[in-house]
């Protein structure tokens, strides 16, 4: 399967850890892209990497959440101390320049935090 | 700022009819605009993308239409099956920004 994956697939966490998540894009895009989804809502942008330069944050990103892509490959997103309300599901989505930025989502990370 | 609409949050609709769903946005109007179908617990997938000088674009059953004076999107399915319920999405990719979906229900 070449298709972008996320790693895990869930994760309940307890208020105030850390949590890691890992995407992996589809091999030859070079752009990568971090949303966040609540129940009923649709994906809300949270961070872009083209290759391995973060060009976009939201605002509504708190700092907490930081995100890497280290050799323009994979890509990880911590949240640390969590709370109650970053439970949602974590899409990770990948595109490649040149194709009106079509993007190809995985399948997500579901957090709970308790 | 950018902002989209999309009107319906849930749509019902007989076997072998005709859905449309609607999208608005309400500031500039974009080169492109983009559809996505979502099954639950799942990540969104692309389906068409339409450009601001294309009124209509069409693929298989699906036909999108992008009318900038009116600053709206259309997605009709054609001859729906049960096998199309889902949540369908539009999105402003330039913006990184998506409507909130309207879930179809496609009865036998």
């Known amino acids: 399967d070449t298709g972008v994956s996320q790693d895990p697939r869930h994760k309940i966490t307890k208020r105030g850890q850390n949590v890691t998540f890992r995407c992996d894009p589809i091999s030859e895009h070079n752009r990568l892209y971090w949303y966040r989804q609540t129940l009923g809502q649709g994906p809300e942008f949270l961070t872009y990497f083209q290759n391995e330069a973060q060009l976009e944050k939201s605002r509504l990103l708190s700092d907490r959440f930081s995100a890497e892509r280290p050799k323009g490959s994979f890509s990880t997103l911590e949240i640390q101390r969590t709370e109650q309300g970053d439970s949602a599901m974590y899409l990770c989505a990948s595109s490649s320049t040149g194709v009106k930025d079509t993007q190809y989502f995985g399948p997500g990370t579901r957090l709970t935090v308790l | 700022s950018q902002k989209i609409e999309q009107n319906s949050e849930a749509l019902n609709i007989q076997e072998g009819k005709t859905a449309t769903l609607t999208c608005n946005y309400t500031?500039?109007?974009?080169?492109?605009l983009q559809w996505y179908r979502q099954d639950p617990g799942r990540g969104p997938v692309f389906l068409l993308l339409i450009r601001e000088n294309e009124k209509e674009k069409r693929k298989e059953r699906l036909k999108v239409t992008f009318d900038t004076t009116l600053k709206q999107s259309l997605f009709h399915i054609t001859a729906s099956q049960p096998a199309d319920s889902a949540t369908y999405l539009c999105a402003l990719v330039n913006d990184m920004r998506f409507g909130a979906g309207t879930r179809l229900t496609v009865k036998p």
């Open positions: 500031n500039y109007s974009p080169a492109y």
